[in-house]
């Protein structure tokens, strides 16, 4: 267990449906991430929160919208999706210190399998 | 632009054999980098890391080597185990207030009994 959970851990939708991925963190850490990973693909950065302020929006199509309403828990709006963001979506957070030489390993949840139909 | 990418997109070696996994990477301002392991339906998994100020880093059964001259870091898995099958990513980091880390592809390691 990495100390970050994401529910579900598998989601099926249609084009139409509107669903929520959920991320929280029980590291104490001041960051968390979206990211998605598709096949045979790097991992894609989507959004970043630092200290539940937006500080990084990945050029993500408006269908996503993020939400961190405190620094441990982290929410993935889902609306009218495509079938090409099928894909694994990975919730990851990490502790920025801002001093040179720090560690900035970001640990990762076990991620959502969707599937948009 | 800026990428980090991997030789070999597969890699396979017999148990107990030693494996290296290689990666390049591009932007001369990463200071940081990091192995991530992944199997199968779980999230990346931490491995080890190393600053852009040191050339080599041992964990466990794992060496971390980064060239900076040539841009190249290595991961050394000794005594491979059929539990190392996964695949792994190298990512690099940089940036200030506003922190990043770009992932490479990964390879796949198989390990054969």
């Known amino acids: 267990e990495t100390g970050v959970t994401q529910t579900p851990r598998h989601l099926v939708m249609g084009m139409t449906n509107k669903k929520s991925l959920k991320c929280e963190q029980h590291l104490g850490h001041n960051a968390m991430y979206w990211y998605k990973q598709s096949a045979k693909k790097p991992l894609e950065l989507m959004f970043v929160?630092?200290?539940?302020?937006?500080?990084e929006n990945n050029s993500v199509p408006s269908r996503f919208s993020p939400e961190c309403p405190n620094s441990s828990h982290l929410f993935l709006h889902l609306h009218t999706l495509q079938p090409e963001d099928s894909a694994l979506y990975l919730c990851?957070?990490?502790?920025?210190?801002?001093?040179?030489?720090?560690?900035?390993?970001?640990?990762f949840g076990p991620g959502t399998r969707l599937t948009v139909l | 632009g800026e990428s980090v990418g991997l030789h070999l997109p597969t890699l396979s070696v017999q148990e107990g054999d030693n494996s290296i996994i290689n990666c390049a990477y591009s932007?001369?301002?990463?200071?940081?980098f990091i192995w991530y392991k992944q199997e199968s339906g779980k999230g990346p998994q931490f491995i080890i890391d190393i600053r852009s100020n040191m050339d080599k880093r041992q964990g466990q059964r794992v060496t971390v080597l980064l060239n900076k001259t040539v841009k190249h870091l290595s991961l050394q898995i000794a005594a491979t185990q059929p539990g190392d099958s996964a695949v792994y990513f190298c990512a690099e980091g940089s940036g200030g207030s506003n922190y990043k880390l770009t992932f490479g592809k990964g390879t796949l390691l198989t390990v054969n009994p």
């Open positions: 929160y630092n200290f539940k302020e937006q500080t």
């Open positions: 932007n001369s301002a990463s200071d940081y």
């Open positions: 990851a957070s990490s502790q920025e210190r801002g001093a040179s030489g720090s560690r900035h390993e970001q640990f």
